[in-house]
């Protein structure tokens, strides 16, 4: 439903689970203003929570924990004082090449939320990442679990979506970008979006927001674009931005609902028995039958 103004209202209030929002980080905004103007889009679009996961890759040596912890806490402090309802929590987009150089301590303090538990890994965008089963093993054995960010976007899946169906078998959950279902990402990452949704591969939807004005934060026209695709309507796919995210920050279990293989099949209509055509008569006079003698 639609509140005062054209604001999106989803009951609770919408998770925004992967977003670049902390100013002069990585590729975000580079200023507090940036930062507030896309806190304003938020909250303008219904978003009452966004998680701030600056890149943690190697183009980005510098951002580590106690500098988004910095940053965090100085957008807090702007936020309050523009009287901007939005709660900001901490986190990072990590490359699946940086996890190696990362402690447990370091993965910890940049976990979803700082639960803990759950971290977002970033999809490369070309190829597929070679030992990625034995990353996520690692992972688990060290006690954490696993949010795939945009595997849509990613070459790899674009060309083999099924490739995707192991890794979530193992435990690992997918979040896409809202912005993919609109189209802004091309056609190739809109058709693997839905491509992923209707065979139950997809549990978490976020904004990946960089700027006002390039990816800007808002979630209800991709939602609506999940809606549409399943052909529900966009209460009934909520889960994705409310409840699952809430479940992320928790730290804990996350059972998630099939989306697309549980919605119900359509019925398949027999087809209909084609009709016999007469066969034409031979000419010519009609032929006699022999008698039949026995041997």
Same mark, same amino acid.
């Given at each position: 439903?639609?509140?005062?103004?054209?604001?999106?209202?989803?009951?609770?209030?919408?998770?925004?689970?992967?977003?670049?929002?902390?100013?002069?980080?990585?590729?975000?905004?580079?200023?507090?203003?940036?930062?507030?103007?896309?806190?304003?889009?938020? !909250?303008?679009?219904?978003?009452?929570?966004?998680?701030?996961?600056?890149?943690?890759? $190697? $183009?980005?040596?510098?951002?580590? $924990?106690?500098?988004?912890?910095?940053?965090?806490?100085?957008?807090?402090?702007?936020? +309050?004082? +523009?009287?901007? $309802?939005?709660?900001?929590?901490?986190?990072?987009?990590?490359?699946?090449?940086?996890?190696?150089?990362?402690?447990?301590?370091?993965?910890?303090?940049?976990?979803?939320?700082?639960?803990?538990?759950?971290?977002?890994?970033?999809?490369?965008?070309?190829?597929?990442? !070679?030992?990625?089963?034995?990353?996520?093993?690692?992972?688990?054995?060290?006690?954490?679990?696993?949010?795939? +960010?945009?595997?849509?976007? *990613?070459?790899?899946?674009?060309?083999?979506?099924?490739?995707?169906?192991?890794? !979530?078998?193992? &435990?690992?959950?997918?979040?896409?970008?809202?912005?993919?279902?609109?189209?802004?990402?091309?056609?190739?990452?809109?058709?693997?979006?839905?491509?992923?949704?209707?065979?139950?591969?997809?549990?978490?939807?976020?904004?990946?927001?960089?700027?006002?004005?390039?990816?800007?934060?808002?979630?209800?026209?991709?939602?609506?674009?999940? *809606?549409?695709?399943?052909?529900?309507?966009?209460?009934?796919?909520?889960?994705?931005?409310?409840?699952?995210?809430?479940?992320?920050?928790? &730290?804990?279990?996350?059972?998630?609902?099939?989306?697309?293989?549980?919605?119900?099949?359509?019925? !398949?209509?027999?087809?209909?028995?084609?009709?016999?055509?007469?066969?034409? +008569?031979?000419?010519?006079?009609?032929?006699?039958?022999?008698?039949?003698?026995?041997?």
């Amino acid at each position: 439903m639609t509140g005062a103004g054209g604001a999106r209202r989803y009951g609770r209030g919408v998770i925004d689970l992967h977003s670049h929002l902390l100013p002069g980080i990585d590729d975000g905004p580079p200023t507090i203003d940036g930062t507030l103007e896309m806190a304003r889009l938020a !909250v303008a679009d219904g978003v009452t929570t966004m998680v701030c996961t600056p890149h943690m890759a $190697p $183009p980005y040596p510098h951002t580590t $924990p106690q500098r988004v912890a910095e940053a965090l806490a100085r957008t807090r402090e702007a936020l +309050a004082e +523009a009287e901007i $309802p939005l709660e900001v929590l901490p986190g990072a987009e990590i490359a699946m090449d940086w996890i190696a150089r990362m402690s447990d301590a370091d993965l910890r303090a940049a976990s979803l939320g700082g639960n803990g538990r759950w971290i977002l890994l970033e999809m490369p965008f070309q190829g597929w990442p !070679v030992g990625v089963t034995d990353l996520l093993t690692d992972l688990e054995l060290r006690g954490f679990r696993p949010v795939l +960010a945009h595997p849509e976007r *990613a070459g790899g899946v674009q060309s083999a979506p099924e490739r995707m169906r192991d890794l !979530v078998g193992r &435990g690992a959950l997918t979040q896409l970008t809202a912005s993919s279902f609109t189209g802004e990402h091309g056609r190739m990452a809109r058709q693997t979006a839905r491509t992923l949704l209707r065979n139950g591969m997809v549990h978490l939807l976020a904004s990946d927001a960089h700027a006002p004005d390039r990816r800007p934060p808002g979630l209800s026209e991709g939602l609506a674009g999940v *809606a549409g695709a399943l052909r529900v309507e966009p209460d009934d796919v909520r889960w994705m931005v409310d409840e699952g995210p809430r479940l992320v920050l928790a &730290g804990g279990d996350v059972r998630t609902p099939r989306f697309g293989m549980s919605m119900p099949a359509r019925p !398949v209509r027999a087809p209909e028995p084609r009709p016999r055509r007469p066969r034409p +008569a031979r000419p010519g006079p009609p032929r006699s039958r022999r008698p039949q003698t026995s041997r």
